[in-house]
Structure formats: C-alpha cells, structure tokens
C-alpha cells in the first residue's frame, strides 16, 4: 500500500478552470510538501506546511492533519502550469530528510 | 534568488564504470539529501547528510553509493560501480538547519539523468 496517494493521476483542464489536487498519507507527518516538476525533469519546491493553509499567487495549499488529506488548488489555471505536482510527506520523528513521495498528477491546461 | 546546482545536466557511462554526480547546495544550508527518480517511477529518498556525516539512508543506498562534501561548497554522490538498474534522474536539495523540533523546506536541484549502458 503507497503511504502517499493522490488524485487524479492525469488531469486535463481548459485555461481559466479552478483545479484541484489531491493527497492523502497513511502515515504521521510532521510537514507536507507540494512540489512542481516540468517536463524537463526539475522539481520546483512550492510549499510546505504543516497546518492549515498557505497561498502563493494563484497557487493554495490547504492541510487537514486530522484526516491526512491535502489539496492543492490552482485558481485560473494556465497553460504554464501544465506540469507534474507532486505530494511528499516527512514522516513524523524522521529526519529532515526521508521524504515519502506520491506518484504525482500530471497537469495539462489546454488554451 | 540562491539555487541547488547540479553536474553534470546528463552523464552516460558505461556498467561497471565509478561515476560522480556533483552538487552545489544554497550557501547557508546545512542539510544535504540525494533522491532519485527511475524513468516513470515515484521519487526516492536515498540519503541525507549533516554535519559532515550521513543522517539517514534508505534500502537503496547500499554499499556502492556514498557522499562527500569535499569542501565548502560541493555535495557528491559517488556510484562506484554502476549497474543498468542505477539510470535515473538524480536530485540533490538542501536545507536549512531548523530550530529544534522545527522542519525547514528542501529546495532541489535541477537533476542529472544518469544513464548506464
């Protein structure tokens, strides 16, 4: 069983839409990361957080730690966010490295 | 704004052979971490790094990998003997050190894809 999961796997929206991502975790975390990588292979940090919610331009990360979820939401979504995101956790008494990653949601925002 | 750097961008070298991935951390971070993505595949976490010695390692880090900082500013990952299996992107990312009981956000490299024939 993955200990991340998201959803969806693929998910194709039109300019302007809201999008939603999704991530559950099985295990304890004491932080989450929202991370964005490009068809070229780099992996962009976006967030992390540990409570509540965080915005960054047209990018909101929300985190309920009592039902291990988060979601990430792109507000008037455009073509150069088309991208792979992806949900990793750092499990709570690890290290500061260790994260544990999700398969990620491919991203495409059609013009 | 301070960026992880990584070289090569694209290494191919043959089984068997020692290669080096070669990372340049954000200046004033102080923890260090490699992770992998085989093509198609989830990212791992291979190793962290503190204080001039390893902090943790998965499963995978066996004993044909190892790190090095040789100086004050480089971050290596060696292979000493790569197999078919080790093609992969690799990540480096860095930390700042967080107050006690504090997590602090990890800032990764651009990657280098390494592939063994």
């Known amino acids: 069983k993955n200990e991340v999961e998201q959803s969806p796997q693929n998910l194709t929206a039109q300019e302007g839409e809201f999008i939603t991502i999704n991530c559950s975790y099985s295990?304890?975390?004491?932080?989450l990361h929202w991370l964005q990588q490009h068809p070229g292979g780099g992996i962009v940090s976006l967030f992390m957080?540990?409570?509540g919610k965080k915005k960054h331009g047209r990018l909101i990360a929300t985190i309920n730690i009592q039902e291990k979820h988060s979601s990430l939401h792109i507000t008037a979504s455009h073509p150069r966010d088309s991208a792979v995101y992806i949900c990793a956790v750092l499990n709570y008494g690890g290290s500061q490295g260790n994260l544990i990653f999700g398969k990620g949601t491919k991203l495409s925002v059609k013009p | 704004e301070p960026e992880v750097t990584q070289t090569p961008s694209h290494q191919v070298t043959q089984m068997g052979q020692e290669v080096i991935l070669r990372c340049v951390p954000i200046s004033n971070h102080l923890y260090f971490y490699w992770y992998r993505q085989i093509l198609g595949q989830k990212v791992e976490f291979l190793v962290s790094?503190?204080?001039?010695?390893?902090?943790?390692k998965s499963e995978i880090f066996d004993d044909q990998f190892s790190v090095e900082r040789p100086d004050g500013s480089n971050f290596t990952l060696k292979i000493r003997s790569t197999k078919l299996e080790d093609s992969a992107m690799y990540f480096c990312?860095?930390?700042?050190?967080?107050?006690?009981?504090?997590?602090?956000?990890?800032?990764f490299g651009p990657g280098t894809r390494l592939t063994v024939l």
């Open positions: 295990v304890g975390i004491s932080a």
């Open positions: 790094f503190y204080n001039n010695e390893i902090s943790e």
């Open positions: 957080l540990s409570s």
């Open positions: 990312a860095s930390s700042e050190l967080g107050l006690a009981g504090e997590v602090d956000e990890q800032f």
